[in-house]
């Protein structure tokens, strides 16, 4: 794995509200992930390298992406199965095969995260447990009010919350409590993967001009979208050219 891979950041500098892991948390957040041996990991906003080292021990190739370029440099070199890439999470590249994220994400820019991760259901990604703000992970885990994102990652990601966490859970310590989100792919897909442009329009508009848009769940918009799919395809085949029947002419 080579950290071509990726692309680099958009500039340098130490990421805001970077909150580290003590390593009981980290150690016991690498666990509840339940990683295969096999597993290849991204770690983003690897900062100090405590989670880093708690996903060495447990997966076979570890991903670290880190903005400081201080921070990058002082994971280089430490663990053999670790590649260290010096990039915003906000704009990386992700792998091109089938990998898992355990990370403990910035408090700022965690939205932007989230869509570089979630936005195209073709990244391969598997699951992602992220350490986020407690608000943002209520936010993002209940079913309604829903928003355009919740709606259209529900489609191809299962969400939870795993777990709260305490603010005595990092140094320095944050204002806000913070918490677990889990993300998982799901064996079957709400939506076909080919229609993923398509759908998000779909949301996007019903949002815009919907005045229930929020009440509606993703199982709900998806079946919403589908029909939307059927009948235009019937319409379409109805006036399909030739379709239609002339009458014949008077005589």
Do not use: C
């Not at 329009?201 to 929020?214: I, K, L, Q, W």
């Amino acid at each position: 794995m080579s950290e071509q891979r990726a692309r680099p950041a958009r500039g340098s500098g130490r990421a805001p509200s970077q909150h580290f892991l003590r390593r009981r948390f980290a150690a016991e957040l690498v666990r509840d992930a339940t990683l295969r041996a096999d597993a290849l990991v991204v770690d983003l906003g690897a900062g100090t390298g405590r989670l880093t080292a708690e996903l060495a021990r447990a997966a076979s190739r570890v991903l670290a992406v880190e903005l400081d370029p201080g921070l990058a440099s002082g994971l280089r070199g430490r663990w053999e199965n670790v590649d260290v890439l010096q990039a915003d999470a906000r704009t990386v590249e992700f792998p091109a095969e089938p990998f898992s994220v355990v990370a403990n994400l910035p408090f700022h820019g965690t939205n932007e995260i989230l869509r570089n991760l979630l936005d195209d259901p073709r990244v391969l990604l598997e699951r992602a447990d992220l350490v986020v703000e407690w608000g943002v992970a209520v936010k993002r885990a209940l079913p309604w009010p829903s928003t355009v994102n919740s709606v259209v990652w529900g489609a191809w990601y299962s969400t939870r919350v795993a777990r709260r966490l305490p603010g005595h859970a990092f140094e320095p310590r944050p204002k806000t409590d913070a918490a677990v989100l889990v993300f998982e792919r799901r064996a079957q897909p709400l939506v076909p993967l080919a229609q993923a442009a398509g759908y998000r329009r779909f949301v996007a508009h019903g949002f815009r001009h919907g005045d229930r848009a929020s009440r509606l769940d993703p199982y709900e918009w998806a079946a919403r979208y589908l029909a939307s799919v059927t009948r235009s395809e019937s319409a379409s085949r109805a006036v399909r050219p030739g379709s239609v029947s002339r009458r014949p002419r008077q005589r």
